[in-house]
């Protein structure tokens, strides 16, 4: 139960957000929060719109309505790599790793952001850039060692195992060292083992460096396991909002889940 | 067994990302650089560096150029050839309209010139994608072909558009004859070819990777769309845009716009096919192999003198060119630099492969 | 008669888009169902109109000469399919986009080496001479070329919609896997569409080459039809024609009331300009689907 008292204050909040393509509404009316240190976790059945949600937070898609204020101050339209600047970094549902390059380059493209050197130096491969790759290069070291990929790390992502992928893929969103990390069906496809990998990961990550962390997740067992919070989506509506407990005894979410009111 | 890595240990991360992590290939490149900067300028004829390796090392640059653009960054383009005019158009202006205005400098303007008008044409990559794009340089190709045909004061108003190389001279060396040429050519060349190199390996090469494999988490992850992209095509440009100028006054002298059209686009687009996208060795080796195709079909056509016309041997060349494209996309799509790589794998365990 | 000089040019224009469009609807045809952009049309339109004059030369009359062209153009478009499209299955697009650069260079060398280099003339026995129709001279050659167009559009939209075979072409069109996992067999299907598409360059090669000489020269129409496609869209046959239309009487104009500003020469780059600023505005062109991203 250390998890519990170390949950800060709200440090995102999404104000009625509705978002539609085309005719198809995918996300109406919907306000949630999230609070720093927390892990919280989002579910539905497929096409409720949790995806949608996420995407939302970090500026992939714009909401036609509502605005996402993060640390106090609002937002309207912004680009994804002013989200990943303020501190959010992110998963994906299908990976989302860059095919052409190894294992390290993917990671070392989430310290990016921490470099500062320009092109000129960078092609004389001079002064600040040199020095920046070799300490960046420590730091992506560090996490490589946390995720246990030691092995693999020269290896081009393509050709590894999926579970490994998704492993990569992790690594990549912490070498941008978030505060708050998105994880978009980060057990999806996995076995037994490789799920329980991946749940002592992400609650190593949120222990040890206190990073708030929304996830999306159809493992029931899991999600009840590791979330402080959950909030429940169906069909574009948010049906649920609170503790494990709270939401296993919700009668919406039940009769969402077991297709009573549908 | 000469081409081993064991006992040679690294022990920091310089070490590990340096370029040549190999001593056996430090060794050989070395061994290249001195061959090239000291024997090859005394011995070879002023053929074989005029006709060969002058043309050579210019297209090298230039496939570097595209290789950083649709290579390493995934901008397909198809107007390389626009750029280098660019670049020769404005180092011809830069130096006979500023009289004592030095070579290596002039170069360098013409370059940023072509980097201004790249970055121009490749604002409407931030909007569209792909074949679209591509189709978009296009654009680019036709209307500076236009813009320096139609326009004397580009040419200086000499007549049909034609530029001629000023007398061309370095620290007060002058820049004549083939040696010359071919030594001021070959240490831009290696420069900027380590220059690419380090981009590549470092950070800018990393986000141009990214956004190449998959835009959308390239942005997640906090790499700017905007300006890695446009950096791409300012940077390939400058890069084409002094291959241009090497192009039109050390190569030929006299150029008009028609030496950089859409044909020269698709040579430089078929250097990088079948050399290797996305690798900086194999721009050369693609260049390379454009430079020799045609003269060793010329010699083969003098072996049979008489039996074989030119006009046949042109259309085989097409033929080659066209077929070899197809080739290498199906079977190797990483050019000659992959099957390089794997000849040196195999040369690293021989002889016990297992 | 300010307004009738105008009109001229405008119709003029529309007219030459229309030859635009022929060279677009190739384009369409094979995208639609294979996702391929064949930069090779144009060198399968010189293909054609070079291997129709050239046997013709051989004293083989009209119909005759047509029917074997037809016949060499489907067996050069299974060809293609077999040998190099087949093997790239999977690949990305800018890929295959590559390859067909590739296609088009082989089938220049190919077509010229087989059937010479020499220019030949293409006589289909329609006079290009204008004739007044109110006070506005309209091209007979023209029109009939809009004709031929037309009617090879209605063709083609019957055999869609009406045809078992069309059906299926639209369902892989639509869906690759969905096409196959209810038993179109899609190596037939893209067979087909190379044929269909040998036999639109067959077409636009005959009006082309009797408008130019049969030359070299034809596979530059490739570049014609690319600004066309940017503007229609490059699923959509409507969109073939109407970005044609737009883009013929667009060039037109500008040739005639802008070119004397820029000392002329402006056909080259303008429906390019024309369609990039389009593109800014509407980056899926005018009847082409607008594409969701999804991540």
Not at chain 1, 49 to 61: A, D, H, R, T, W
Not at chain 3, 100 to 106: E, N, Q
């Amino acid at each position: 139960m250390t998890q519990h008292r170390k949950i800060g204050d709200v440090i995102l909040q999404a104000e009625a957000i509705s978002l539609s393509f085309g005719g198809v509404k995918a996300l109406s009316n919907i306000s949630l929060e999230v609070r720093e240190h927390e892990i919280l976790s989002i579910i539905g059945p497929n096409g409720a719109g949790k995806s949608s949600m996420l995407n939302v937070i970090n500026g992939v898609y714009h909401p036609q309505q509502g605005h996402v204020v993060y640390r106090g101050k609002a937002r309207d339209r912004m680009h994804p790599h002013e989200a990943a600047r303020q501190g959010i970094a992110r998963t994906f549902q299908n990976i989302a790793l860059f095919k052409g390059m190894s294992v390290l380059d993917n990671i070392m493209t989430g310290r990016n952001l921490k470099m500062r050197a320009n092109f000129i130096q960078q092609a004389l491969y001079w002064g600040r850039a040199q020095r920046e790759e070799n300490t960046q290069r420590a730091y992506v070291e560090k996490i490589i060692d946390f995720l246990e990929i030691q092995h693999i790390r020269k290896t081009p992502v393509g050709r590894l195992p999926y579970g490994l992928q998704k492993r990569v893929e992790l690594a990549r969103a912490l070498a941008a060292e978030p505060t708050m990390l998105l994880l978009d069906e980060p057990m999806a496809g996995m076995n037994v083992e490789e799920k329980q990998d991946m749940c002592r990961f992400v609650l190593d990550v949120n222990d040890e460096f206190g990073t708030t962390i929304v996830l999306i997740e159809h493992d029931m067992g899991v999600v009840m396991d590791i979330s402080d919070r959950i909030i429940v989506l169906d069909y574009g509506k948010k049906i649920g909002d609170g503790t494990p407990d709270e939401i296993r005894v919700n009668p919406d979410v039940i009769a969402a889940y077991l297709g009573g009111s549908h | 067994m000469f081409y081993r890595e064991s006992g040679q240990f690294k022990s920091s991360y310089a070490a590990d990302s340096a370029i040549f992590t190999i001593a056996q290939d430090r060794v050989f490149i070395a061994a290249l650089l001195a061959l090239s900067f000291v024997a090859v300028p005394g011995l070879a004829s002023d053929y074989l560096l005029s006709g060969i390796l002058i043309p050579f090392l210019i297209l090298s640059l230039a496939a570097l150029g595209l290789n950083i653009l649709t290579g390493y960054a995934g901008q397909l383009s198809l107007g390389s050839a626009a750029f280098m005019a660019v670049g020769a158009f404005a180092t011809y202006n830069f130096m006979v309209r500023l009289p004592g205005m030095p070579l290596l400098l002039a170069l360098l303007l013409g370059g940023l010139c072509a980097a201004l008008v790249g970055v121009a044409f490749g604002l409407p990559s931030l909007r569209i994608k792909g074949f679209y794009l591509a189709v978009a340089t296009l654009a680019a190709q036709f209307f500076i072909e236009w813009v320096f045909t139609k326009f004397g004061w580009f040419s200086n108003y000499s007549s049909s558009g034609v530029i001629s190389a000023p007398a061309m001279q370095i620290f007060g060396y002058p820049i004549d004859t083939p040696a010359s040429k071919y030594l001021l050519t070959l240490s831009i060349v290696a420069f900027m070819a380590l220059a690419a190199k380090n981009m590549a390996r470092a950070s800018i090469g990393r986000a141009w990777m990214a956004v190449r494999d998959m835009d959308v988490a390239a942005e997640v992850i906090g790499i700017p769309m905007l300006r890695t992209k446009l950096l791409a095509f300012a940077i390939s440009s400058f890069y084409c845009g002094v291959a241009g100028a090497l192009y039109a006054f050390v190569l030929l002298g006299t150029v008009d716009a028609q030496a950089f059209d859409l044909h020269r686009s698709f040579q430089i687009l078929f250097m990088i096919i079948i050399g290797g996208v996305g690798s900086i060795l194999g721009s050369f080796l693609g260049a390379a192999f454009i430079v020799l195709l045609p003269i060793c079909l010329n010699l083969i056509g003098q072996v049979f003198h008489g039996a074989i016309s030119t006009q046949f041997l042109a259309n085989l060349e097409m033929m080659l060119f066209g077929g070899l494209i197809i080739f290498f996309l199906i079977v190797e799509p990483h050019g000659l630099a992959r099957l390089w790589q794997i000849t040196k794998e195999k040369l690293r365990v021989w002889p016990f492969p297992h | 008669m300010e307004w009738q000089f105008f009109l001229e040019v405008l119709v003029g224009g529309l007219l030459a888009g229309v030859m635009y469009s022929l060279v677009a609807l190739g384009f369409v045809l094979i995208y639609k169902a294979s996702g391929v952009f064949n930069f090779a049309q144009g060198a399968m339109v010189l293909f054609a109109a070079l291997s129709f004059v050239s046997i013709q030369d051989m004293g083989v009359p009209f119909w005759l000469a047509l029917l074997l062209t037809l016949v060499l153009m489907v067996l050069l478009g299974v060809g293609i399919e077999r040998v190099v499209l087949r093997p790239l299955v999977n690949q990305p697009p800018i890929t295959l986009f590559m390859a067909t650069i590739g296609l088009s260079f082989f089938l220049e060398g190919l077509a010229q080496m087989v059937w010479g280099t020499n220019v030949h003339g293409l006589e289909l026995g329609i006079a290009d001479e204008p004739f007044d129709v109110g006070g506005v001279f309209i091209s007979k050659f023209d029109l009939f070329a809009a004709a031929v167009c037309g009617t090879l559009v209605a063709t083609l939209a019957l055999f869609f919609s009406k045809t078992k075979l069309g059906r299926a072409l639209r369902a892989v069109a639509d869906d690759h896997q969905a096409a196959m996992s209810v038993g179109i067999p899609l190596k037939h299907i893209w067979a087909i569409v190379w044929g269909v598409a040998g036999f639109v360059a067959l077409v636009a090669g005959l009006l082309w080459g009797s408008r130019l000489g049969v030359q070299f020269a034809l596979t530059l129409v490739v570049l014609k039809a690319l600004p066309v496609l940017i503007l229609g869209g490059f699923t959509s046959i409507p969109g073939a024609i109407v970005g044609g239309l737009i883009i013929g009487a667009g060039e037109k104009l500008a040739e005639v009331y802008l070119g004397p500003f820029l000392s002329g020469g402006i056909e080259n780059w303008f429906p390019y300009m024309l369609a990039l600023l389009f593109l800014l505005v509407r980056p899926e062109g005018l009847f082409g689907e607008k594409h969701i991203e999804r991540v």
